[in-house]
């Protein structure tokens, strides 16, 4: 595999589903993303890690919730969603250490997830 | 603030004619980066370019080429003799050097090139 990863590509859940999407860069950087993509709407920075701590975190409701257990993976725990939450959930990874965010950032190929 | 606008949402060609996607950009800040990404249907989307605030050199790679003026705050993306692969969405982002969220992207412009 090489790139950035993610599982799975397509997601359906209930309301009161749990579930959870996983991303994996072999890049070998240090800083990794979740973007959220609706309709119509620029992309949605969600959460930032860089070195496996989370530097960032834009007013996500608490029904979204991130785990990097190292820098190489990053997942996106749900529950409880919403149907407003179905979008496509892009992760990235970028060089920097250090948080800095002009570094490139390298995209995975996103999970459309439905709720119903 | 920072703010990426992508005026053109949908755009349609015909094989080999040349377009341009429009990007303009706001920024108080001298240090910053622009990007261009290509989004195809299948969700992944592909580093084009990265430029940096001071460097103004327009870029040529094959058929695509970008022409960046901080006169007018745009970094415009041409391509050459389109090609049906080239149906995508274009997103041009804006990076900035300061903490917390620095990465910006337009709402993405929808190329359709016709066969």
């Known amino acids: 595999e090489t790139g950035v990863t993610q599982t799975p590509r397509h997601l359906v859940m209930g309301m009161t589903n749990k579930k959870s999407l996983k991303c994996e860069q072999h890049l070998g950087h240090n800083a990794m993303y979740w973007y959220k993509q609706s309709a119509k709407k620029p992309l949605e920075l969600m959460f930032v890690?860089?070195?496996?701590?989370?530097?960032e975190n834009n007013s996500v409701p608490s029904r979204f919730s991130p785990e990097c257990p190292n820098s190489s993976h990053l997942f996106l725990h749900l529950h409880t969603l919403q149907p407003e939450d179905s979008a496509l959930y892009l992760c990235?990874?970028?060089?920097?250490?250090?948080?800095?965010?002009?570094?490139?950032?390298?995209f995975g190929p996103g999970t459309r997830l439905t709720v119903l | 603030a920072q703010k990426v606008t992508q005026a053109q949402t949908e755009i349609s060609v015909v094989e080999k004619e040349d377009v341009t996607l429009d990007c303009v950009y706001e920024t108080r800040d001298t240090t910053y980066y622009l990007f261009w990404y290509k989004q195809p249907p299948s969700g992944e989307l592909v580093f084009l370019i990265r430029?940096?605030?001071?460097?103004?050199q327009n870029e040529i790679s094959g058929r695509y080429s970008w022409n960046f003026q901080k006169s007018t705050s745009s970094f415009n993306f041409t391509i050459t003799a389109s090609q049906v692969v080239d149906s995508a969405v274009y997103f041009c982002?804006?990076?900035?050097?300061?903490?917390?969220?620095?990465?910006?992207f337009g709402t993405g412009t929808s190329l359709t090139v016709i066969p």
């Open positions: 430029r940096n605030s001071f460097d103004e």
């Open positions: 990235a990874s970028s060089q920097g250490s250090s948080g800095d965010r002009t570094d490139t950032q390298y």
């Open positions: 890690y860089s070195l496996e701590e989370r530097v």
């Open positions: 982002a804006l990076s900035v050097y300061i903490t917390g969220n620095q990465f910006y």
